[in-house]
T-cell receptor, first 115, second 110 residues
Framework: AAGVIQSPRHLIKEKRETATLKCYPI?????VYWYQQGPGQDPQFLIS???????DKGSIPDRFSAQQFSDYHSELNMSSLELGDSALYFC??????????????FGEGSRLTVL | SQQGEEDPQALSIQEGENATMNCSYK?????LQWYRQNSGRGLVHLIL?????REKHSGRLRVTLDTSKKSSSLLITASRAADTASYFC??????????FGAGTTVTVRA
């Protein structure tokens, strides 16, 4: 079965550079989530999209932006990168239920290293 | 952590033993989910328990939920080396997103 695809898997950038991460959700899933996981940390919610519209925003820095396109893929753009942005970035997708979030399907993550 | 706190932070057991980890949370929830993460990999959904459920089983996994104490436990029975991973609880309030706890790192010794 198709899973959530993230690219690139690994990315190395210098401070103050820009990075773009891509996510292709599972077909027919209507919701995409982005999470950031620092070393030894729990995943922190960044932002989500429902049917291509931003649905919620978490602890996402102003330097980061994201969007979901007409083909449902999503991109997370990170500018003016800082050392502290080094982390695993996960995309997840789900099919929202009527009243709650069900199981999230996670991609393998994109590991960003900022030097 | 935004919502859940997990206990213990780390657990080392012998193959065949049971592993129990706990999760506490702060606000009312719609459901609570448990995920497993192998080192540096994506999170894999294990089980979901809704706020009106008290216990759920899936294979060697047993999850309990006590909404009065705002806590949940995950029991892995007859552990195997392949169960070595970090386990996270995640809660969903009425906001269609999951908030993850700090995770329990489980090491199963052969």
């Amino acid at each position: 079965a198709a899973g959530v695809i993230q690219s690139p898997r690994h990315l190395i950038k210098e401070k103050r550079e820009t990075a773009t991460l891509k996510c292709y959700p599972i077909p027919r899933h209507d919701t995409v989530y982005w999470y950031q996981q620092g070393p030894g940390q729990d995943p922190q919610f960044l932002i989500s999209f429902y049917e291509k519209m931003q649905s919620d925003k978490g602890s996402i820095p102003d330097r980061f932006s994201a969007q979901q396109f007409s083909d449902y893929h999503s991109e997370l753009n990170m500018s003016s990168l800082e050392l502290g942005d080094s982390a695993l970035y996960f995309c997840a997708s789900s099919q929202l239920g009527y009243s709650s979030t069900g199981e999230l399907f996670f991609g393998e993550g994109s590991r960003l290293t900022v030097l | 952590s935004q919502q859940g706190e997990e206990d213990p932070q780390a657990l080392s057991i012998q193959e065949g033993e049971n592993a129990t980890m706990n999760c506490s949370y702060k606000t009312s929830i719609n459901n609570l989910q448990w995920y497993r993460q192998n080192s540096g990999r994506g999170l894999v959904h294990l089980i979901l328990i809704r706020s009106n459920e008290r216990e759920k089983h899936s294979g060697r996994l047993r999850v309990t939920l006590d909404t009065s104490k705002k806590s949940s436990s995950l029991l892995i029975t007859a552990s195997r080396a392949a169960d070595t991973a970090s386990y996270f609880c995640a809660t969903e309030k009425n906001d269609y997103k999951l908030s993850f706890g700090a995770g329990t790192t489980v090491t199963v010794r052969a």
